[in-house]
């Protein structure tokens, strides 16, 4: 069994930073890649930021220059900074994992509200 911990949201004002982490834990024998999707009432979730194990990287061009996502072993962490209102959503970690059974799955965060405001 896999599970995916995240951390960092919560409520900041224009042009501030914010740092999410996710844990991924339980009996993983690869982490092929790992990222970060977003959802807003409404809209479907979308991809910001995502890193294979090999550490290639995207971003969505609404992050681009502004995001930074990293990893260091289980954990991928997205460094926000210049946040903007229109960066409000649910945060959601994501994890392309091949499990110790050698099965490969997506798995998911259980999201973290992230409020740009002032």
């Known amino acids: 069994q896999v599970q995916l911990v995240e951390s960092g949201g919560g409520l900041v004002q224009p042009g501030g930073s914010l740092r999410l982490s996710c844990l991924a834990s339980?009996?993983?024998?690869?982490?092929?890649?790992m990222g970060w999707y977003r959802q807003t009432p409404g809209k479907q979730r979308e991809l910001v930021a995502a890193i294979t194990g090999g550490g290639s990287i995207n971003y969505a061009d609404s992050a681009k220059g502004r995001f930074t996502i990293s990893r260091d072993k289980n954990t991928v962490y997205l460094q926000m900074d210049s946040l903007k209102p229109e960066d409000t959503a649910v945060y959601y970690c994501n994890a392309e994992i091949t499990t110790s059974a050698l099965r490969r799955s997506d798995y998911w965060g259980q999201g973290t509200q992230v409020t740009v405001s002032s």
């Open positions: 339980g009996s993983i024998f690869w982490i092929n890649a």
